[in-house]
């Protein structure tokens, strides 16, 4: 909210400085984001009398004496065509600061400072000035738009500050309002909180005029949709003379950013700003059928706003009609046909209040915006809707721009303007804030904000103005407290009236913590990625129309299309984060992910979807290869307490022979595998990347094993190697399942060798593998061993073909 | 006799001066010491054949000549161990800057570091901790937390929609609604999580982590919050911290707070991190607000409650100096290996 200072002081006495008063809202609750002097970057510009002005041949230039008061006399050259002996124009001294201008001299390009110069051999102690080097436009002084010097007054005093003269000294609060408080959107209602925080009377608007007997025979406003429109007030004005509004008006309208248009659209825009009240004037003579009908837009409806677009409309928005059509999109822009123009002669002011919901619906809908459609989104309040159109009505008696009428309408749904009684305990108030605000305390405070409260035992009783919508339980009312009373005053205490309660982490985030810090210890780094993902993303995993990865769910207003998808599996991001290493030159590493994937039960969404923890591991480099990634597998399951098995299996985006499916105690639980060669060239990556993802919502179940203490063989262990010539075909973990089968001794294996080669037949290989026999009932002697071992090789041999190497 | 002595004597002090090594001396001590073929030994067995009244002087002569002996050649040997042993060191001198070998290291995210630090204070508060989940309905969103549809608070936050119903969360707070559902007070919550809103500059990433806590209990007060929040600003930003509430607005607390600690960079002076101001915003709090317990179905008369938010990325930033929030979520392992707390 841009606030300037000298439009605040008109509603209340500041007898502090901007930084102060910027302190004092800021402790109760209005954060001053941005606090500056209007013109802040002009310094050491003073009043200057041309003394003399001469020509410089050949040249658009002068060369001036300049009497600048006490700061002294100087020669000056100046460009300008309307420079002239006895003129008062600014003069920027040597070492003031301006806006440099480009060479249009309109358009502002930065700040510079003026330095002494030289133009066409004549020295130059400074530059006379244009309104637009000093930040001013027409609409702040008069002259100011003028492409040449800024013309002074001849009473200005040569020397003196041109600042104040121009207004430049004003300050400019740009003020948060936080949501609830939408009372405060305009200058009138900072003043209010301004006034109660300084403790000073605040001065009411004058909303005075005098109607004449001006009607409109038949008048009637009707309203079909008191939902969207609780309250539509109109009046009558007649006699008006369309034209420049005053100074004044212009002026504050320029420090809030807002251009001049006519005396009669100004005071509309300056009411919109002083009160917050959107206000709108229709062209009276364009009206038909002698009414006013507020009503939802037939769907296919259509309008042409003020500028001049064409809207095609539906029934979610709200029309203001004549007696026969469209004039107005409600609350968001005045229709193209009843707009003020120079000939209005009569106008019916609009001031109501609309459900703010629906403005926003709309505005965002069509794509229309406007500071009418911003402050509705707010929220405005019928107090604020009453005041606005009488105080409408005593600025055009003010401008004389033309005579009120007695034509009024006014349509409710009852909502009262008036004061609403509020009875809170005083106990209460404390107890919550766990402090005693004295009574005394209280009641000034309550009064500063003109909530006239009254206390009879513990009851406090307010009155509260009707623009005090947020103010209704004794929570509201601890909050008014304890902002002006000032935050200091609360007292750190420890929940002494709290029971005792048991924290931490539960049983699945300590897994969850447990499994990243082992994944750290294998050397990989935590990564995490957003939960929504791209629709090429499943193309680059190559995943067939009717994969269950497909049936993702989406984002009905998504960022972009690249982050539309709620992800279905933590591959792509993983794949997409190597990429980017790469692509930095990151050439190895190893990078994990904890993050949920959303899997819809039905789409659209009716219920939760399944939204469940995967890991996912991505590891790259010259070094990495399957067995490592199964290394990290093996990891993750000795962190659980659990075992895996691995079967070979294929998907679409890894290597066919070098993927395997995870299993524990034979159900799946993730898959991992070397990635596919053609994404991997889709993606420019010239290291091996291999990929692991595990459902940890499955694995859940084995969360919180604990370690089962064996105790010690109380026999030696006995230890036997093997090689075994066996068929290419023939796997580790099939010669591994057959000795666990064929033996029940058998407490490890561990290959040591493999050997294909001149020393083997072509389309065999040798294993060999350490076996491990601990004893359990009673020591083992050489023949019981050499027993097991018979009746493995028998079995290896029947089931895999598996000879003894000689 | 005492010839044969001191010709050994003179023997082993020459030999002494030309042992280079243990070994040597190893075979010096055997050649003198041995007990049955060294020549002091061979000397002791000589005694049978001493006539018996010189069998005294010639035992203390050839014991004195084995001390002597024994002193000579320990000496020799402890100083050829010490020198074999430098000789062995300097043999295996290595240029220590080469790079190093072996397993790396990895380490937490910090987002996850923040997480955990914050989940241990807490913890030992006797929060638990409650993880929703990042699809929420609109109700759990907004409606039960005093956001109603039609409410400006909602234009606070650009919400990513799933359906008309369902939405990805904008705050943890969700899972406020669903913890007072389910479980009476006494309640201590922390809530951490994902958290999504549609912006997206080097300040706002469209997925960020929030933190969520409350305790509901009875006769909590705001002084309660702001006690809690001493302690934990002391233990996350050191013992000189001092936090400042002021004013602000959420639907479901009521007061609501902002709240500042005093800048840890320049301990409240004004620096470049705080913008002169001396102090930082770190989260958002404030008293549960009565609707918010009501629509859960807790007795605002009998019991009370606050409850605050923490933005995990901004705590994260300013810890580590990042300062560009994106770079949480590339996974660029030179930002990541940086991070290591």
């Not at chain 1, 009043?47 to 002294?72: F, M, N, R, S, W």
């Amino acid at each position: 909210m841009i606030t300037p200072l000298s439009w605040l002081k008109e509603y209340v006495d500041i007898d502090v400085t901007p930084q102060e008063l910027q302190d004092k809202l800021f402790s109760c609750g209005f954060e001053v984001e941005e606090l500056y002097e209007v013109g802040k970057d002009i310094s050491k510009v003073v009043v200057g009398k041309v003394l003399t002005c001469e020509a410089i041949p050949e040249t658009h230039l002068h060369v001036c004496q300049v009497d600048c008061g006490e700061h002294g006399q100087f020669q000056i050259c100046c460009g300008a065509d309307n420079v002239a002996a006895g003129g008062k124009f600014p003069v920027a001294l040597v070492g003031a600061t301006v806006y440099a201008t480009a060479k249009d001299h309109k358009t502002v390009e930065g700040v510079m400072t003026i330095g002494k110069g030289k133009l066409r051999g004549y020295e130059s102690h400074g530059m006379l000035c244009s309104g637009v080097e000093l930040g001013v436009s027409e609409n702040m002084y008069p002259g100011a738009g003028y492409n040449g010097l800024l013309v002074l007054p001849e009473d200005a005093q040569e020397g003196a500050d041109v600042k104040p003269m121009l207004g430049l000294d004003d300050w400019i609060f740009d003020i948060a309002i936080t949501a609830n408080r939408p009372d405060c959107q305009s200058i009138f209602g900072i003043a209010r909180e301004v006034a109660a925080v300084l403790e000073k009377e605040l001065k009411m608007p004058d909303l005075s005029y005098t109607e004449t007997d001006a009607e409109i025979p038949g008048f009637k406003v009707t309203v079909d949709c008191p939902d969207l429109c609780p309250r539509y007030s109109a009046h009558y004005v007649t006699d008006v003379t369309i034209g420049e509004s005053p100074l004044w008006m212009k002026r504050r309208l320029a420090l809030v950013g807002i251009d001049a248009i006519s005396n009669v659209v100004d005071i509309t825009n300056y009411i919109l700003k002083e009160l917050g009240q959107p206000m709108h004037a229709f062209d009276l003579s364009t009206l038909e059928g002698n009414a006013i009908h507020v009503r939802r837009a037939a769907n296919g409806e259509k309008i042409t706003t003020l500028d001049e677009q064409e809207l095609t409309l539906t029934d979610a928005n709200m029309v203001i009609c004549d007696g026969v059509k469209p004039v107005a999109l409600a609350g968001v822009m005045g229709g193209l046909n009843s707009e003020i123009r120079e000939t209005t002669s009569a106008v019916l002011f609009e001031s109501a209040k609309f459900a703010r919901d629906n403005i926003r619906r709309t505005s965002r809908a069509l794509g229309k915006r406007s500071d009418s459609s911003a402050r509705y989104e707010k929220g405005v309040d019928e107090y604020a809707t009453v005041m606005a159109l009488k105080r409408a009505l005593h600025l055009i008696e003010e401008l004389g721009c033309g005579k009120v009428g007695c034509t009024h309408a006014d349509v409710n749904t009852g909502n009262s303007v008036e004061p609403r009684e509020v009875k809170v305990s005083i106990e209460k108030v404390n107890n919550c804030l766990g402090i005693v605000v004295p009574n005394d305390e209280i009641v000034k405070i309550m009064k500063n904000l003109a909530l006239n409260p009254s206390i009879d035992g513990d009851v406090l009783t307010l009155s509260v103005p009707a623009y005090r919508e947020d103010i209704v339980t004794y929570q509201d009312v601890a909050e008014e407290v304890i902002r002006m009373y000032g935050y200091e005053h609360v007292v750190p205490a420890f929940m002494p009236s709290a029971q005792v309660t048991i924290g931490g982490l539960n049983l699945e985030q300590k897994s969850e913590l447990r499994l990243k810090n082992a994944l750290c210890s294998v050397g990989a780094y935590e990564g995490i990625h957003y939960s929504f993902f791209s629709p090429s993303d499943l193309d680059l995993l190559r995943l067939p129309e009717d994969a269950p990865e497909r049936k993702a769910i989406r984002i009905m207003n998504p960022i972009s299309e690249e982050l539309s998808l709620m992800r279905t599996t933590l591959a792509a991001s993983m794949i997409n984060a190597i990429v980017r290493n790469q692509k930095k030159g990151n050439m190895e590493g190893r990078i994990f992910e904890i993050g949920n994937v959303f899997l819809p039960y039905e789409l659209p969404l009716t219920r939760y979807p399944d939204e469940k923890a995967r890991l996912c591991v991505g590891i790259f480099g010259e070094k990495e290869s399957f067995y490592t990634m199964k290394g990290i597998a093996e990891k993750v399951a000795e962190t659980l307490q659990i075992s895996f098995t691995y079967e070979a299996m294929s998907n679409t985006f890894l290597h066919p022979y070098q993927t395997a499916r995870v299993l524990c105690e034979g159900i799946e639980v993730g898959y991992f595998g070397k990635l596919a060669y053609d994404i991997a060239d889709d993606c420019d990556l010239r290291v091996p990347v291999y990929l692991m993802e595990l459902d940890l919502k499955v694995l859940s179940k084995w969360y919180g094993k604990k370690p089962v203490f064996t105790p010690l063989p109380k026999f030696p262990e006995e230890q036997r190697d093997l090689a075994l010539v066996v068929s290419k075909e023939t796997t580790c973990g099939e010669i591994e399942a057959v000795m666990k089968e064929a033996c029940k001794y058998i407490t490890k294996i561990s290959l040591f060798d493999i050997y294909e080669g001149e020393q083997v037949a072509a389309d065999k290989k040798s294993m060999a593998f350490t076996v491990v026999f601990t004893p359990k009932e009673e020591a083992f002697t050489t023949e019981s061993v050499d027993a097991f071992v018979k009746k493995i090789l028998k079995q290896l041999n029947k089931n895999c073909g598996a000879e003894l190497r000689s | 006799m005492n010839a044969a002595l001191e010709q050994i004597k003179q023997e082993i002090l020459s030999g002494a001066e030309e042992i280079k090594s243990s070994k040597e001396a190893y075979e010096f001590r055997k050649k003198f010491l041995d007990g049955k073929t060294g020549k002091i030994g061979l000397l002791m067995r000589e005694m049978k054949n001493i006539p018996p009244e010189q069998r005294a002087d010639y035992g203390k002569g050839v014991n004195e000549l084995k001390e002597w002996a024994m002193g000579i050649i320990s000496e020799l040997d402890t100083k050829m161990k010490a020198k074999e042993l430098q000789e062995r060191y300097e043999a295996e001198k290595i240029d220590i800057s080469l790079p190093p070998q072996g397993s790396e290291q990895g380490n937490l995210h910090p987002i996850t570091l923040i997480r955990n630090q914050l989940i241990d204070i807490f913890a030992g508060m006797g929060f638990e901790i409650y993880e929703g989940t990042e699809i929420e309905t609109d109700y759990y969103n907004f409606t039960a937390l005093n956001t109603p549809q039609d409410h400006p608070a909602r234009d606070m936050q650009d919400t990513f929609y799933l359906s008309p119903e369902f939405l990805l969360r904008t705050q943890t707070s969700a899972g406020q609604i669903h913890v007072m559902e389910n479980k009476k007070p006494p309640i201590k919550i922390l809530s951490p999580g994902k958290v999504f809103r549609s912006d997206d500059d080097a300040t706002h990433s469209p997925m960020f982590t929030q933190m969520e806590g409350l305790v509901v209990d009875k006769g909590i007060t705001l002084c309660d919050l702001q006690g809690m929040l001493d302690v934990f600003v002391k233990k996350i930003y050191g013992e000189n911290t001092k936090t400042r509430l002021r004013p602000s607005y959420f639907p479901f607390t009521e007061p609501s707070v902002e709240v500042d600690c005093s800048c840890f960079e320049c301990g409240g002076k004004g620096c470049k991190l705080c913008k002169g101001t001396g102090w930082i915003e770190i989260l958002g709090a404030g008293v549960v607000n009565n609707k918010v317990l009501e629509n859960c179905g807790i007795d605002p008369n009998e019991y009370s409650g606050f409850a605050f938010g923490i933005g995990i990325e901004r705590t994260a930033m300013l810890k580590y100096g990042i300062n560009n929030i994106k770079l949480l979520f590339e996974s660029d392992l030179r930002v990541l290996k940086q991070l290591n707390d």
